[in-house]
Every structure is written in C-alpha cells, then in structure tokens.
C-alpha cells in the first residue's frame, strides 16, 4: 500500500507505490494510510522557540533553544511506526524582536533544516532513556520554508516522541517543536 501526505496535489513520500483510496484529511494535508506503517503520531502546529527556551538552560530532552527567539507561520507532518517522518515548515524565521539584530528579522538565516525526533526510552542499563534521532539536512530558504522527507532509526520503545526542528548539522539548537 502506499503512505504518501498530499500538499495541494503532490505527493511528499511515496514509500510502497500501490495504490490506496483510504485517506484522511488533516489541516489541508491528506494521508494514505497503510496498516503495515501505523502512524505513531500527526501534527498540525509547530511552536517556536522563544522566551526562556531560547536558551539552552530550559532545554528540551538534551538540546538547547536556538539562542534567539523565532517565529512560525504553519507546521505539520507525520510519523510512522518504520519511522518515516514528514514534516513541512513554513515561515520558520527569526522574530521581529530586540533582542534580534535587526538585519535578520523575519529571515531564516540557515541554508537547511534537520528534524530530531526525541523519544522517551529504555537504557541498556534497563532505566529510563531519552532518545533523539535525526534526519539529515534538508533545504531551507531564506523565508524559512522546508520540507523534510526522512526515515529515522526509532528506539524501542518510543514513549512520548516530540519533533524539534533544528538548523543544518552543527547548529545542534531547536528552533521549533511540536505542541502548542
């Protein structure tokens, strides 16, 4: 069967490449599903860093924030049980505040994005673990759009997974997270 999410007509994965008329629609995004790649979870919001968890004293499961307060237009995408993860960003850019300099306000200043996905886990020493997987970088522009089309190595278990968008390898930062 096939797993694809559609966005205004195109297919953003086309894992299997059968055929299905099994979709859901969610915030404009429809999703075929296939029962062989459950989806562990969707999402339709993308909240960004900003305010204490700018910085890396708040992080979130290991990675700091991104330093300076960002902003995002929409956000959503999936992730499968085989760990196939689909994320699209939209307006993903730097705040229009003070503290940004202000040269870089509302521009995304990275050439990629990376997706973590942070899982809570089991050790090897049989306690509690997080995890966090990442993608490579996918392109971004300088409006902050990306669209990320990955598949990650999931732990197992993977309790209570989040994404985090991040900037390219190297900037090890969040910029974004899934919630509200």
Not at 42 to 51: K, M, N
Not at 54 to 69: C, E, F, K, Q, W
Not at 142 to 170: E, H, M, Q, W, Y
Request: proline share 7%; charged share 15%.
């Amino acid at each position: 069967m096939r797993n694809a999410a559609f966005v205004g007509g195109t297919a953003l994965d086309n894992v299997k490449g059968a055929e299905s008329d099994d979709s859901t629609l969610v915030a404009g995004v429809a999703f075929l599903e296939d029962s062989d790649c459950a989806l562990i979870m969707r999402f339709d919001t993308l909240t960004p860093v900003a305010g204490p968890y700018a910085t890396s004293a708040n992080a979130v499961r290991g990675i700091g924030g991104g330093g300076l307060p960002w902003v995002v237009e929409a956000g959503s995408g999936s992730l499968s049980r085989d760990g196939h993860l689909l994320v699209r960003i939209r307006g993903l850019v730097l705040a229009s505040d003070p503290s940004v300099p202000p040269s870089l306000r509302g521009t995304n200043p990275f050439p990629a994005f990376r997706a973590v996905v942070s899982c809570l886990s089991v050790g090897q020493d049989g306690g509690a673990a997080v995890t966090n997987v990442s993608t490579g970088d996918f392109e971004a522009t300088s409006g902050g759009n990306s669209d990320i089309d990955a598949r990650v190595s999931l732990p197992k278990p993977c309790i209570a997974p989040i994404v985090l968008v991040t900037g390219p390898s190297g900037a090890e930062s969040w910029l974004a997270i899934t919630g509200r």
